[in-house]
């Protein structure tokens, strides 16, 4: 993710009239490369001059507007990328976490090391396909294996409430153990608290993580170049839609379990299958929509995907129709978004495929040169719109 | 998958396409108005507006539940979930419609007790499990959504619940469509009738759209090919030059509606004098409240409402838009002071707002089918 800062956000009211007025004016001001609008505006047509002058709000630097959080600070959208470059980027600001990325890069001594961390309050703890085990050791090896690093040692810090049963915790603590021999990480340090009864929601799970870098490619969203091919893992939206379905709210009975799965095998498959791997990202919250918007955002290039190429569960998909929510913006928790060279795209999907988790990749779309910033989607339809940000969680419509 | 795949089929899409493009006079401009929200969201969803072609314009209509709700209204119902032992329920897409002082996710994230519903039951649901506390349901929607209330207070009724009410504010689509069409400021040459909502209120309610003011409505339904079939319909109306309310949704929509709903809908509530829609002010005879026999269930007689009115901000153009007189992007402050995570106007709050729609799916420059582009070329 590029900070919204790097663009200048200090485009006034009265230099954007003069702006729309003069759009070569207006691109000089931003510091846009010229491809950015994707064709050149014209003083002609106000709609593109709208456009423009959005596209220009939208790159503003990022201010938390609400007086308290919101859920929608934790939805992973847009509510959550400007709390994030506000609020933390804001403070802790250097080098290393600038890039935002799922993992920190750093040398240290001889080795590259890739550090992250990730905390884990799904409810309910347990669900068809796993529990908040899988997740808090699976979240953190894929946020390390996307950085392209090799996931060594984990810590795991819990947080109980008081009345959880033991019995739950025993077998939350079991499925970490399992899924980190799978992935062949240890769990090496780790912290125990408890709070009062109501005070949390019966566990709440943070790990960290530590992994070692050895292929030397250079790894980021903002690597992403016009021509390069977008490869996802696997069917998207299977983990949220199990969640929201295993909540009982919705009185909707499908049979989808989570894909929890860690990607370090399949991560590594590819990296030595394929040079020119130009970014890697594990879709969870926000979903895949959300890595095409960072993609685009981050490497200032176009993204269009075409729906009927995005592969999608028909269960998850009739589950997100009923329900009026897109299964671009659902949590997966062990699917893979790769950018890839284009003339190493198909074998990076065969490299991809050879992994039992990749079974079902597919190519679903391009990065463009523009225009700039915007994902767009060439619906099964026929029509093309735009895939944004999500606002807040996903609401279901109400008719 | 089966049900849906069947109406988003892009070739289909195209020889319709082809078929409107044919019926296109040279050098006539066409405004066509989908009165209903949720027919703007599968518009822009899907990308529709590249299968026609530049003279036709499509106009986005009031009929978008969370959008016509006015400021106070919101005022209200926080004033009422701030109450004592009060539980305040609503849809979804309530939660971030603004008032003057934050909508309901800024007060719940204040600590007021405001939650999620996907129907009016869940809230009894919520009532029968919390005796010792009020739970009001904030009701909102057009006919489509008020059988569901009424037949919620029913329930109520009959199984004595008494700690939940309602707070009212269902509207009525006809009264909006004739203040629309008595609008000075707008031409327009025929209707994409409401779907769900005609299944309540079936389709004879539009016949006067046709006979008095002599613009063709077709009843559509919402997948992508159903408002294509329903563009054409339209269009090959105007080019026989007739005006009849025609039915494209005949595979939900009964021609005289849902008996058992309207029978609902009409125990339970009555028709106000006159109500506050967003943007197109002081409505007569446009929307509900609790009938009197329901009077235990009725939040506003129960609680002390304020009924705050306040000023839509000035910036704000929803008005406009819901009357299809600006086009989303023509309103000052789009897409930079107001967005989708900053809405001023409540357009920009539901999905089924004309300028969330248009700011999510549509802010892209049309790349027209070829059967569409030709015909803006000729």
Redesign the interface.
Same mark, same amino acid.
Request: glycine letters at 10%; charged letters at 25%; zero cysteines.
């Given at each position: 993710m590029t900070p919204g800062a790097a663009h200048g956000g200090t485009t006034q009211d009265s230099s954007e009239r003069g702006a729309a007025a003069n759009p070569a004016a207006a691109v000089k001001e931003n510091e846009l490369p010229a491809h950015a609008h994707g064709h050149a505006p014209t003083v002609s047509d106000p709609e593109q001059r709208v456009l423009d002058r959005i596209d220009r709000a939208r790159r503003r630097r990022p201010r938390v507007r609400e007086e308290r959080i919101t859920m929608s600070h934790g939805s992973g959208g847009k509510a959550s990328q400007t709390l994030i470059e506000a609020v933390f980027l804001e403070a802790f600001r250097n080098p290393l976490l600038e890039p935002l990325d799922d993992a920190a890069r750093m040398d240290v001594g001889a080795s590259r090391l890739a550090f992250t961390t990730d905390s884990f309050v799904v409810s309910p703890l347990f669900f068809p396909g796993g529990n908040i085990g899988d997740l808090a050791v699976n979240g953190t090896v894929n946020d390390l294996s996307v950085a392209g690093a090799t996931p060594l040692y984990l810590s795991a810090g819990f947080i109980l409430e008081e009345g959880l049963p033991v019995a739950d915790l025993t077998k939350i603590v079991s499925t970490m153990r399992a899924a980190a021999e799978q992935a062949a990480v240890h769990v090496i340090t780790g912290d125990t608290k408890v709070v009062e009864r109501g005070k949390a929601d019966g566990c709440y799970i943070n790990t960290a993580g530590v992994g070692v870098i050895e292929h030397d490619t250079t790894l980021g969203v903002a690597q992403a170049r016009p021509g390069d091919a977008i490869i996802v893992s696997g069917p998207i939206g299977d983990h949220g839609v199990t969640i929201m379905l295993a909540r009982g709210e919705l009185d909707i009975e499908a049979d989808v379990t989570s894909d929890t799965a860690a990607l370090n095998g399949l991560v590594a498959g590819l990296l030595s299958a394929v040079h020119g791997v130009h970014a890697m990202r594990d879709a969870t919250r926000g979903g895949v929509a959300t890595i095409l918007n960072e993609i685009a955002r981050a490497a200032d290039v176009g993204v269009v995907v075409a729906e009927k190429d995005i592969p999608v569960r028909a269960e998850v998909r009739g589950a997100a129709e009923l329900l009026g929510i897109d299964p671009m913006y659902v949590a997966c928790e062990g699917r893979l978004v790769a950018v890839v060279d284009n003339a190493a795209a198909d074998a990076a999907l065969t490299a991809i495929r050879a992994h039992p988790l990749g079974a079902q990749a597919g190519i679903i779309g391009y990065v463009t040169d523009g225009p700039a910033g915007i994902v767009q989607l060439k619906t099964a339809f026929g029509g093309t719109r735009i895939v944004d940000l999500l606002v807040g969680d996903p609401l279901p419509r109400i008719c | 998958?089966r049900f849906?795949?069947e109406f988003?089929?892009?070739e289909k899409?195209?020889a319709l396409a082809a078929r409107i493009a044919a019926l296109c006079e040279p050098g006539r401009q066409y405004k066509l108005m989908e009165v209903c929200g949720?027919h703007t969201?599968t518009i @822009?969803?899907?990308?529709?507006?590249?299968?026609l072609p530049e003279s036709i314009t499509l106009v986005h209509g009031p009929g978008c539940?969370v959008c016509v709700i006015p400021m106070g209204r919101v005022d209200d119902a926080i004033h009422l979930a701030s109450q004592p032992d009060v539980i305040m329920t609503s849809?979804?897409?309530m939660?971030?419609v603004p008032g003057s002082k934050g909508a309901f996710?800024?007060a719940?994230?204040?600590g007021t007790d405001i939650r999620?519903v996907?129907s009016p039951l869940?809230s009894l649901k919520i009532a029968r499990r919390n005796p010792d506390k009020r739970v009001v349901f904030m009701a909102?929607?057009?006919e489509?959504?008020a059988p569901s209330t009424a037949m919620t207070i029913l329930r109520a009724a009959a199984e004595g619940i008494d700690n939940f009410s309602v707070f009212c504010n269902h509207v009525t689509i006809i009264p909006a469509i004739k203040a629309i069409l008595d609008s000075p400021d707008l031409r327009l040459d025929g209707f994409i009738g409401p779907g769900?909502v005609s299944t309540v209120i079936g389709c004879r309610p539009y016949e006067f759209i046709a006979r008095d003011y002599g613009k063709p409505v077709v009843v559509a339904g919402f997948e992508?090919?159903d408002i294509l079939q329903s563009i054409y319909m339209l269009m090959l109306q105007l080019a026989q030059r007739r005006s009849v309310v025609e039915n494209q949704y005949a595979r939900v929509v009964p021609w005289d509606g849902n008996v058992v709903a309207l029978k609902a809908i009409g125990e339970t509530m009555a028709l106000r004098p006159y109500f506050e829609w967003r943007g197109l002010g002081f409505i007569s005879h446009s929307a509900l409240r609790v009938r009197e026999n329901y009077a235990a269930f009725d939040a506003e007689l129960l609680f002390n409402v304020p009924g705050v009115q306040v000023a839509d901000p000035k910036a704000c153009q929803c008005g406009e838009v819901l009357k299809g007189v600006l086009k989303p992007?023509?309103c000052k402050v789009?897409?930079?002071a107001c967005?989708?995570?900053?809405p001023i106007g409540t357009c920009m709050v539901?999905?089924?707002g004309a300028c969330a729609a248009y700011?999510? @799916?549509?802010?892209?420059?049309?790349?027209r089918?070829p059967e569409a582009a030709e015909a803006s070329r000729s």
């Open positions: - | 998958m849906v795949d988003r089929d892009a899409a195209h949720g969201h @822009y969803k899907h990308g529709l507006e590249d299968y539940p849809f979804g897409d939660m971030r996710f800024d719940k994230a204040a999620m996907y869940d909102i929607g057009f489509t959504t769900h992508p090919l992007w023509e789009f897409g930079t967005t989708p995570e900053t539901s999905p089924e700011y999510n @799916y549509g802010r892209l420059r049309r790349q089918v």
